[in-house]
């Protein structure tokens, strides 16, 4: 069976790899165009900004900021100011003998106003001896300039300023390099970080080697990327206004070896950009930013992005990941494993940008993770929609096994029509399936469909009727009450279940290898003996698949009580007519042949007495015989009756025959009511067999006691004597028709033995037990325990 549904599966599995191999691809494709275009750039930049946001540290001590701020606008005038009022903030500043001054003010034009101002400027400048100006690139005309500062203010170094702001306007990078072939500028933060210290070129600096992608027109270059890793928000390097210093209340030593930048801080000056760690819509100031960049060169944690190869491996094994996972494990956990995939690639370039200072872009790889688990769903909902059509289909056109087939609805292939042909296939394999399990419910006996390996599938009520009565339970036992296994059924049912577990392993081997016919099997069965004694016939069948293969089997246990019945019912018969009916006859025959021989002929009244005690025997044996007969097969007229009642009638019956013996019939009745259902007439047979045998087998002068009492739900009526008794190993064929266990006894009672079989009969079909209590030599009890109803103030057991 297995081998035919992967035969018939294999083209839906080679379509599903198929399928597989061209969506991965197609994903991985798109990823790799994603990153390579920048399709998923701004998604990127914002995990980036994450990235610096969670990052913050320290600024470096040796570096300082000199704000032109509100209070010093306020204070000297508005911007622009005079220069000799830079000329004086420079004086004042290399008082305190910084490393190096940075003035990020644009003095690329004369003061046309003031022309005295620029001969001071360039006079502090050049007492100071370490101030750095910006030049400023720009466009004109449709190409790119650079405004270097004026020639004759003397400036100590020059460097560009200009930020590589991204698509989103947001300021994250600078280029060290930048300008015109053979004329690169070097950027103003890394003449700013190398000044007064031995020479180091700007490529040694931690960058990228990344192009521009802002500015590939004419012959303008730009090199060496370096991503900014800010200290902190706006705010975060110690700064101090330009109207303290100028007035005295900053004292010089501040500014002892320090890196000091000038720019604006004030409001409405323009020198403002958005950054990663911008807050509550303020901008950085283009001077912290610079501030920021010097630390990032000095200490060389510049970000740089992660390296080609690593770049691709990190973009595409989570996507293949992904795809894996969609193509081998459940729909749930191919969710899970697409969400945590993403997840970590998010967190890896988080933790990248913390701990290494490198920059992982993952829009790509998450985009690719999260996008391949909706796409693969959509083909796999098709494929199954698809097979699910078909094999509606396939059910619908075969002819119905409950008759008419069920009305096919409108062809198409919208969700709502596939849904509708699956309903209706449902709803027939529904209406198969009760009535397999109605039809095996009907069974008149306990019958269990199992897998060929032994394995309970179904059971009908029967089986577990059985099981209950049983008793036990096993660990594989489902809610009906039958085990799980046909070993386990057969060991509980059975206390010999050997013969039984032979033929089960020998039923599955001529299944399993094909030996045997069908009918063979049929044929065949097993005769065990249940707990209670009584017999069944274990048999098994096969089930085939539609191709013929064994799809199960199926075992029936066989109640053959019945018949076991009916067959010592005849042998009885057999017996009765062909001997003990037959011998008296016989005997009466060799009588009258013997009486022709004068010679052996017996006188006139001994040979009366003769046939007649010969044809008395006959009359009782045929009485008894009926009276068992009918005692076993007609149905009982139960009346509500009164047992002392009929224990007293059936001994004043036979207290003739006791006082002929001076026999003493001791009663010991209950005082309340013993009252049941019972058929009187022979209930009060039953009870007179036994106290007419308690009579023949107790000596002249004896006791027979006969006592009724209520024990333990039951009422009990004992019937004891004082005869030779009845030894244990001998109690077991009381009870068997024609036994008489002192026969050839001298002094023993005459009998047919069938008196105590006539009493079984009648107490087991009243719902009672009969037992026996008996040693050789020390006389008998017989006991009839009857069912009693449930006392006053008990309520009776419920049978659910």
Known sequence: ??????????????????????????????????????????????????????????????????????????????????????????????????????????????????????????????????????????????????RYPLPWLGAAGIGHIDMAVDVDGVARQVFLQEGLPGALLTHFSAVIAGFGRSARPVADYRHENAPDPFRADGDWQRRYLVRIPFAGPPGTFPRVSVRDVLSGAVPPEVFRGKAVLVGAAATGLGDVFPTPVSRDGRGMSGVEILTNTIQALEQGSAIVAVAAPWFWLGTLLPILLAALAALMLAPRAALLISVLLAGAAFAASLLLMGLAHLWFAPASAIVGCLLFYPLWSWRRQEAVLRFLAQEAARLEAEPGLLGASPPRGPAGRSLDHRMEAVYRMSSRLRDLRQFLSDALESLPEATVICTPEGRVLLANRRCAMLCAAAGGRSAGEGETGVPADVHELLTRLFPVAGPGL??????????????????????????????????????????????????????????????????????????FLSHDMRSPQASILALLELQADAAKALPQPALLARIGGLARRTLDLA????????????????????????????????????????????????????????????????????????????????????????????????????????????????????????????????????????????????GGTMAVESERGAGATFIMRLPAPPESGQRPASGG
């Not at 910084?98 to 690329?108: E, F, K, N, Q």
């Not at 400027?121 to 190409?143: I, K």
């Not at 048999?539 to 085939?544: C, I, S, Y």
């Open 1 to 146: 069976m297995r081998g035919a549904l992967a035969a018939y599966l294999a083209p839906y599995r080679r379509r599903t790899l198929l399928d597989w191999w061209l969506l991965s691809a197609a994903v991985a494709v798109l990823a790799i165009a994603a990153a390579h275009w920048q399709w998923t750039q701004r998604a990127d930049l914002a995990v980036y900004d994450i990235g610096i946001a969670a990052q913050a540290h320290a600024p470096q001590p040796d570096i300082m900021i000199v704000a032109i701020d509100d209070a010093s606008i306020t204070s000297i005038g508005r911007w622009p100011w005079r220069r000799a009022v830079l000329a004086d903030l420079i004086d004042h500043i290399a008082a305190g003998k910084p490393r190096v001054i940075g003035l990020d003010i644009i003095l690329s034009e004369p003061d046309l106003r003031s022309p005295g101002d620029d001969m001071a400027l360039a006079r502090s400048m050049a007492r100071a001896g370490n101030v750095v100006l910006p030049a400023l690139a720009e466009a004109v005309g449709g190409s790119w300039t650079i």
């Open 623 to 766: 009485d008894d015989f009926i009276r068992l007969a009918r005692a076993e097969t007609q149905p009982l007229r139960l009346l509500e009756s009164d047992l002392a009642g009929l224990v007293l009638d059936a001994t004043d019956a036979l207290w003739a025959q006791a006082s002929a013996r001076r026999i003493e019939l001791a009663l010991d009745i209950c005082e309340e009511a013993c009252v049941m259902m019972a058929e009187p007439a022979l209930l009060a047979r039953a009870v007179a067999n036994l106290v007419g045998n308690a009579i023949k087998f107790s000596p002249d002068g004896g006791t027979v006691a006969v006592s009724l009492a209520r024990e333990a739900g039951t009422y009990a009526i004992r019937v004891s004597d004082q005869g030779p008794g009845i030894a244990v190993e001998d109690q077991a064929r009381l009870f068997r028709p024609f036994s008489r266990l002192h026969e050839g006894e001298h002094g023993t009672p005459g009998g047919v033995g069938l008196g105590l079989v006539f009493v079984r009969t009648v107490v087991q079909r009243h």
């Open 502 to 575: 032979a033929y089960w392993e020998g039923l599955h081997a001529a299944l399993s290898t094909g030996e045997g016919s069908q009918g063979e099997v049929e044929e065949g069965g097993v005769e065990l003996s249940s707990g209670d004694e009584r017999p069944f016939l274990l048999r098994g069948a096969a089930l085939r698949s539609s191709n013929g293969g064994l799809a199960g089997v199926i075992v029936s246990l066989i109640d053959i009580s019945e018949v076991r019945r009916a067959e010592r019912q005849r042998e009885q018969t057999l017996r």
